[in-house]
């Protein structure tokens, strides 16, 4: 029987190996590089994802410290195993989908490399044991993100796109390093399990000022406002399957190592109640500035951001007011977030591959001619707003239920102000809804319309199979983030 190092090892090595030979299989072969590239790559998050299952028993007694291939210090965690497993999985998803959907563009030999290089920078961050790693790995999160942002640079807009996501990245990049310095200049160790014991009793005064640097530099990869400013602009132009793994995965994981700090090192701080507040302000922020968007990937984009602040409360819920559901309510969310908003995107990459435009205007009267996809979008979008019987409903009943649990005010308070933030976001997912089922058809639909190939279709499938899965028995999910939480030790 394998040990958890190996298993680890083994689910690393396909998507190193995998990177390596997808942009190698490409190169050599320029006239199928798009089919020979893709499908490695997808074979690689394929046999990532069977050890990572693998894995999953092993946790089941609490966290391990490995060192990967001998020197990588890793804690293996049933919290890091899902946001990492959730990570794989969207992965082969987006793989699977980009097969087809990236068929008019060039350079795909880089392509479906640098989504496996995106997902092991996620492992890495949901696995790393220390400052130092976490920030090497938020590095390689950004390093392969900005060339997918910008990966049509023939064009000025994804290339403008690309530069602000740079930009703001470096800036973010820049305070965590100096944020690392200070904590190691204050403590002499990076390791997260020994901070999150040293600061107990220490002096709390010098920790605001390392802890506001991770929240600035964490917190623009995350996407919460107001740090968010990247983000609407990123997703309009990259390729479709880009903005669902950046939207899906990568703005959580930049939430997830944030959180990690703010459990390490922030105990002696008042962080908790501030979180609340810093939450429910970003949710209505994003909901409110997606009511005015005219195209439909950057309505979704503000909406993101409305959907980290939902895990953001549940977090903030439980470290502020003791709600037992709270945190486990926001991870669960990580997890629903990701098919849910995953989806959205690739369904309006399936309009704009056939339509030609992102425009939501040009897509009236789609539904008729794309019912796969128009259905699959509403199944999304509705999962999104907390309609039943889907997955995002079951996420946020947990948050608003340790909201109102926790016999609070503040618990009340937040809870109702989600519920209007969720009862809010109907206000543009509705209508876009609305926009595709017209009896009316525009210009483009009449012309260009028509359900997107297998293989596409096949992805959305996939995600509107597992959203309605979660939706109606999420259980089995929902225990693993109980479990996760409670597993704890030393910190996030």
């Not at 490695?40 to 028993?57: D, K, M």
Request: proline share 5%; charged share 10%; glycine share 10%.
């Amino acid at each position: 029987m394998m040990t958890q190092s190996a298993l680890l090892e083994s689910a690393v090595a396909f998507l190193i190996f995998g990177t390596l030979a997808s942009y190698l299989g490409g190169a050599f072969f320029k006239q199928r590089e798009r089919l020979i590239s893709g499908w490695i790559a997808t074979l690689a998050t394929t046999g990532s994802l069977v050890y990572f299952a693998l894995l999953f028993p092993s946790l089941q007694a609490g966290s391990a410290q490995v060192a990967l291939f001998g020197f990588i210090p890793w804690r293996v965690d049933l919290l890091g195993w899902i946001v990492a497993t959730v990570g794989v999985v969207l992965a082969l998803v987006v793989n699977l989908y980009s097969i087809r959907y990236m068929e008019e563009d060039t350079g795909n030999s880089k392509f479906f490399p640098l989504i496996l290089l995106m997902v092991l920078a996620v492992v890495g961050l949901a696995f790393a044991a220390d400052l130092f790693h976490l920030y090497l790995f938020f590095e390689l999160l950004a390093i392969s993100s900005f060339p997918l942002v910008a990966f049509r640079k023939d064009e000025p807009k994804p290339v403008e796109a690309g530069l602000k996501f740079l930009v703001a990245s470096a800036t973010g990049s820049a305070m965590v390093l100096l944020g690392i310095a200070l904590v190691y200049q204050g403590f002499g160790t990076l390791d997260l399990v020994q901070l999150s014991t040293l600061v107990v009793g220490g002096p709390s005064l010098f920790l605001w000022l390392p802890l506001g640097l991770f929240t600035v530099g964490f917190g623009i990869k995350a996407a919460l406002f107001p740090l968010h400013t990247w983000l609407p602009d990123a997703h309009p132009e990259a390729p479709s399957g880009i903005s669902a793994m950046l939207s899906g995965i990568v703005i959580e994981a930049g939430l997830f190592a944030l959180l990690r700090v703010y459990f390490t090192i922030g105990g002696p701080l008042p962080w908790p109640d501030l979180l609340i507040w810093f939450a429910l302000l970003t949710m209505t922020a994003g909901n409110l500035m997606a009511l005015t968007q005219k195209q439909m990937k950057r309505m979704l984009a503000y909406s993101s951001i409305a959907q980290m602040g939902y895990i953001l409360l549940g977090i903030g819920i439980t470290a502020s007011l003791g709600a037992p559901a709270g945190a486990p309510g926001g991870l669960f969310h990580i997890v629903t977030h990701a098919f849910m908003k995953g989806l959205a995107f690739l369904c309006a990459g399936a309009l704009i591959f056939r339509l030609g435009s992102g425009q939501t205007a040009d897509m009236r009267g789609a539904a008729w001619k794309m019912p796969l996809t128009a259905a699959a979008f509403t199944v999304a979008v509705l999962s999104l707003a907390g309609v039943p019987p889907f997955a995002g409903f079951m996420s946020k009943l947990l948050i608003y239920q340790a909201g109102i649990q926790s016999a609070t005010t503040l618990g009340w308070v937040a809870s109702l102000i989600a519920i209007a933030n969720s009862v809010l976001s109907l206000g543009y997912y509705l209508p876009a809804v609305g926009v595709l089922y017209s009896k009316e058809r525009s210009p483009l639909v009449a012309a260009k319309a028509k359900e997107v190939p297998f293989l596409m279709a096949a992805a959305l499938v996939i995600l509107v199979v597992l959203i309605v899965y979660l939706g109606i028995s999420p259980d089995p999910v929902r225990q693993w983030a109980f479990q996760a939480f409670a597993l704890l030790k030393g910190g996030f």
